[in-house]
């Protein structure tokens, strides 16, 4: 997980649509926040296994906690690499056209200079990369469009596979 009170310059000052636009879609975001605490990065593999039908929507509550606190510099610094293809999946799914666009530029924006992506997984989050200051590039893009992601997945958040365990 990222640090507390790491900087995110790049992000700052971004008007974040942190809830829906859409009063219709309150149950998304609801359902959202309540499988983010089943969605810590290191459990996600093994609740694929576990559960694999659930691991799209825990994917959804993580894209969108991670997205909206961080940017996709958070998300993809918090996965390490794992179950991004998975996430691609999820946002395919659901439907969230705009986030998977934005989503697709992050991870080509990884791919085309491995290195600095290594570099910046291996870092405290802190430090300056290459890699990193484009993420929160996309991210400024992404969040200016002000397409809240609980509306973008209303329908998919709505099936019942999605309702938190105990």
């Known amino acids: 997980m990222i640090p507390r009170g790491a900087c995110l310059p790049g992000i700052r ?3 974040i649509p942190k809830k829906s636009a859409n009063p219709m879609n ?3 975001e609801s359902r959202l926040a309540a499988l ?3 969605a810590h990065p290191a459990d996600l593999e093994t609740a694929a296994m576990r559960v694999p039908t659930r691991l799209p929507y825990l994917l959804a509550a993580r894209f969108d906690y991670d997205v909206r606190q961080g940017g996709f510099s958070q998300l993809l610094y918090n996965m390490r690499g794992k179950l991004l293809a998975n996430i691609e999946d999820m946002l395919i ?3 969230a056209s705009v986030a998977h666009e934005y989503y697709v530029r992050a991870i080509t924006a ?5 290195p600095e992506y290594r570099r910046f997984l291996a870092s405290d989050y802190t430090e300056a990369n290459e890699v990193k200051h ?3 590039m996309i991210s400024v893009d992404y969040l200016s469009k002000r397409v809240a992601f609980s509306d973008e997945v209303a329908a998919f958040m709505a099936n019942d596979d999605c309702i938190p365990e105990g």
């Open 13 to 15: 000052g971004v008007n």
């Open 36 to 38: 983010l605490p089943q």
């Open 134 to 136: 484009a993420l929160q």
């Open 93 to 95: 799914a659901a439907n």
């Open 110 to 114: 990884c791919l085309s200079n491995k």
């Open 26 to 28: 309150k149950e998304a």
